[in-house]
């Protein structure tokens, strides 16, 4: 990438989601990782100091992880700003904008699993944490760009229109028809209802709709024998 302020990791061949940046990662010499996805498009002017600050706070109390965008919201108290993550929250290791301890999130990575096998598997694994963390309110405006492929229409639609910002026209990547946008939004009402669901049901519900690793299975009764 052809800018001053970017360094770009060479990481090789490219293998599967996991190994990728697994690879990546090791390359940093940083104990902290800021991770953000590519299809995230910000919306907002950055504070960069508030994310400076939240990053010392995190190195000096030892926080393994730091969701940036309660969604889910933290389950536990612990400050006026920000919550905890207990061990039997689902999505814990969700990855939308996140700060990360490097040796933590290196653990937790397995090779060949894509984002969201690692993000309901990772979570599961992530149980011999403690220090798992979540903002109260957002600190970076942005939205999401892809899903299974295809751009989300209200984002495409936004993107599009700030020609400045991207060029879109000539992107090749298929757009979501208006029923298939209506199905990923009903999908993500779903979504929030099952949080309405005490937390051992929710786990039942997730893990009967995909396969999930002996190891897996195994952790999640430890949790919730």
């Known amino acids: ?13 490219d293998k599967s989601w996991s190994e990728n940046l697994i690879n990546a990662v090791n390359l940093l010499p940083e104990s902290k990782v800021l991770f ?7 919306v907002e002017r950055v504070d960069s100091e508030k994310i400076m600050k939240l990053i010392e706070w ?3 109390k030892k926080v393994e992880y730091l969701r940036l965008r ?12 920000i919550g905890l993550i207990s061990k039997q929250a689902m999505w814990r290791t969700s990855l939308f904008i996140s700060i990360w301890d490097k040796k933590v999130l290196l653990d937790l990575l397995i090779p060949g699993e894509n984002a969201w096998q690692f993000e309901i ?7 011999k944490y403690e220090n798992f963390f979540s903002v109260k309110k957002p600190v970076i405006q942005y939205l999401h760009g892809v899903e299974k492929g295809k751009w989300i229409l209200k984002t495409y639609n936004k993107v599009k229109a700030k020609r400045s910002v991207i060029d879109i026209k000539n992107n090749k990547r298929e757009v979501m028809s208006k029923m298939e946008y209506r199905e990923y939004i009903l999908s993500g009402f779903k979504g929030r209802l099952i949080l309405l669901i005490p937390m051992k049901y929710r786990w039942i519900i997730i893990l009967r709709k995909r396969k999930i690793s002996d190891l ?3 952790m999640y009764r430890t ?3």
Do not use: H, M
């Not at 990438?1 to 061949?13: A, F, N, P, Q, W």
């Not at 953000?36 to 910000?42: G, K, P, S, V």
């Not at 309660?70 to 700003?81: F, G, S, T």
């Open 121 to 127: 598997d990772g979570t599961i694994r992530s149980y």
């Open 36 to 42: 953000f996805l590519e299809d995230a498009f910000l």
């Open 216 to 218: 897996s299975s195994q």
């Open 58 to 60: 995190s190195s000096s």
């Open 1 to 13: 990438y052809s800018d001053t302020r970017v360094t770009t990791l060479k990481i090789g061949e």
């Open 223 to 225: 949790l919730f024998r």
């Open 70 to 81: 309660p969604d889910p919201k933290p389950d536990l108290k612990y400050n006026n700003e």
